[in-house]
């Protein structure tokens, strides 16, 4: 997970801005359609973020890498998703060249109108905010920052694939977002600008793209990502709205947190709406945040409980 800008200053992770004024996104009336929302089960999703941290540290170019790729790649098989593979070389900002792999599947894939639902998998290189010094070149768990999205929506899989939306939906697991620095812009999200940029089968669009990022810590909260309230206002407050009517409100405030250049970026840029979910504090990001902290032992059930709640529930209901 990279970088937060300031709102008034480029460059610098900063404190959060606030919106003026009472910006809360109330629950609705539902529809006179009674739509079945399938429960998402905690300890499934944090399973199969255990199960990520046991394959070690997944940065590009390791065998733990390697085989969770692989791993992600049966699950969404075996949960009966349509998979599609992208593999690209891309160049890291230290000049190495990093082998990627795109890692998608789609549940109704002959349906024209596809949301995307996507999370990295791969892992910080380097614990640089560490607060010892002799950490900082080691390579981090990611248990949140990377492995609490792919359990959610590798559960969210499992229940696509026994509860069939009647929509197009894509989960796509991408790789290459967290080996960048925090003196350039384009050294982040490289598998998504990819993967915008080179359709991973010939046409593919998807209509609205949900990122989530470090969605399992404890004390989370998920307030407006700036460049998703700017560019996707309607999706934002779909989104918002969803997690209002399951109770959750106050976890997903209308607020805005700070603007993160995150793996929803690339899909912005070419004007599809495109959120991001992402744990933002009023002092920035979680304190585990590219620390040896990022572990297991850092991961909240409820977040993880809380976040999938809205996820499934928007995938059945909007």
């Not at 969770?68 to 998979?83: D, I, K, M, N």
């Not at 905010?129 to 390579?139: E, T």
């Not at 939906?169 to 940029?197: C, H, M, N, P, Q």
Request: include cysteine.
């Amino acid at each position: 997970m990279m970088w937060a800008m300031l709102l008034l200053s480029c460059g610098a992770k900063g404190s959060a801005s606030k919106e003026n004024g009472d910006t809360s996104v109330r629950p609705e009336s539902m529809d006179s359609a009674v739509v079945t929302i399938p429960a998402f089960n905690a300890d499934s999703a944090y399973a199969y973020v255990a199960r990520q941290v046991a394959f070690g540290p997944r940065v590009p170019n390791t065998e733990a890498h390697e085989q969770a790729a692989r791993w992600l790649e049966s699950e969404l098989r075996r949960h009966g998703a349509t998979v599609s593979i992208q593999k690209a070389d891309l160049g890291a900002a230290q000049g190495n060249v990093l082998h990627s792999t795109n890692i998608m599947g789609s549940f109704n894939p002959e349906m024209g109108d596809r949301l995307l639902l996507l999370a990295h998998y791969d892992t910080r290189p380097r614990a640089d905010k560490d607060p010892d010094p002799a950490n900082h070149n080691k390579p981090i768990d990611g248990a949140n920052d990377g492995a609490s999205g792919v359990g959610v929506l590798l559960e969210a899989a499992r229940i696509l694939g026994q509860n069939n939306p009647g929509k197009g939906i894509d989960i796509l697991f991408v790789d290459a977002e967290d080996s960048g620095t925090e003196d350039d812009d384009e050294s982040w999200a490289l598998g998504a600008r990819y993967f915008a940029e080179n359709p991973i089968t010939p046409g593919y669009v998807p209509s609205r793209v949900i990122l989530l990022d470090m969605v399992g810590g404890k004390d989370a909260v998920f307030p407006a990502e700036y460049f998703s309230r700017r560019g996707a206002t309607s999706l934002d407050n779909s989104f918002r709205r969803v997690a209002a009517n399951e109770g959750l409100a106050h976890l997903f405030p209308s607020s805005i947190g700070g603007a993160v250049n995150d793996d929803h970026i690339p899909f912005l840029q070419q004007g599809i709406p495109a959120i991001d979910i992402i744990d933002y504090r009023p002092d920035g990001f979680c304190p585990t945040w590219h620390t040896m902290a990022d572990n297991l032992e850092n991961i909240d059930p409820k977040t993880l409980e809380a976040v999938g709640r809205v996820v499934t529930r928007f995938i059945y209901e909007e």
